[in-house]
T-cell receptor, first 114, second 109 residues
Framework: KAGVTQTPRYLIKTRGQQVTLSCSPI?????VSWYQQTPGQGLQFLFE???????NKGNFPGRFSGRQFSNSRSEMNVSTLELGDSALYLC?????????????FGPGTRLTVT | GQQLNQSPQSMFIQEGEDVSMNCTSS?????WLWYKQDPGEGPVLLIA?????ELTSNGRLTAQFGITRKDSFLNISASIPSDVGIYFC?????????FGQGTRLTINP
């Protein structure tokens, strides 16, 4: 069974631009969560989607948004990029999410904002 | 945001030694997960724990879900070079995972 895939793996953008990252979950998984990982803050939860609906959201500004498609693939968008948005962005999929949902991570997208 | 207290932050050990790390929280969790992350990759799930007091093994790895549901422990026996990496604990609350800051494991051959 194929794992979680994320594209692109690496991205360099300029301040003020916007970016869209993509995540394809494990086949059959309906929950996709997004995380930001930085050396200073560690792994921080961004949001979770289940059946095309945002089910939970972390404490990030509105510049960070996402969506999920009917095939469970998910995209994350960051608008008006800031230098501090440089990070590894990880998505994780699980069958149903929630308290018993084991989450499996993709390899991440390394975003560098200059 | 909410975080777990994971310790130690780093460990430098000799190959063959046993390793212990733990996570504590002020909140109760329903599930505890342990992940390992190699440089440039996403975290890989090692062990999942679902019940207070549960002790689960995966090869040389053993993890326990604390009785109070506020802590968890991971032990690695007879460490080998490929155990090098960063280990994260994660508590699953209502709908989201909360992560510890990680334990960086370095092994001297």
């Amino acid at each position: 069974k194929a794992g979680v895939t994320q594209t692109p793996r690496y991205l360099i953008k300029t301040r003020g631009q916007q970016v869209t990252l993509s995540c394809s979950p494990i086949s059959g998984h309906r929950s996709v969560s997004w995380y930001q990982q930085t050396p200073g803050q560690g792994l921080q939860f961004l949001f979770e989607y289940f059946s095309e609906t945002q089910r939970n959201k972390g404490n990030f500004p509105g510049r960070f948004s996402g969506r999920q498609f009917s095939n469970s693939r998910s995209e994350m968008n960051v608008s008006t990029l800031e230098l501090g948005d440089s990070a590894l962005y990880l998505c994780a999929s699980s069958l149903t999410g929630g308290p018993q949902g084991e989450q499996y991570f993709g390899p991440g997208t390394r975003l560098t904002v200059t | 945001g909410q975080q777990l207290n994971q310790s130690p932050q780093s460990m430098f050990i000799q190959e063959g030694e046993d390793v212990s790390m733990n996570c504590t929280s002020s909140s109760i969790f329903n599930t505890w997960l342990w992940y390992k992350q190699d440089p440039g990759e996403g975290p890989v799930l090692l062990i999942a724990l679902y019940k207070a007091g549960e002790l689960t093994s995966n090869g040389r790895l053993t993890a326990q879900f604390g009785i109070t549901r506020k802590d968890s422990f991971l032990n690695i026996s007879a460490s080998i070079p490929s155990d090098v990496g960063i280990y994260f604990c994660a508590g699953q609350g209502a709908q989201k995972l909360v992560f510890g800051q990680g334990t960086r494991l370095t092994i001297n051959p």
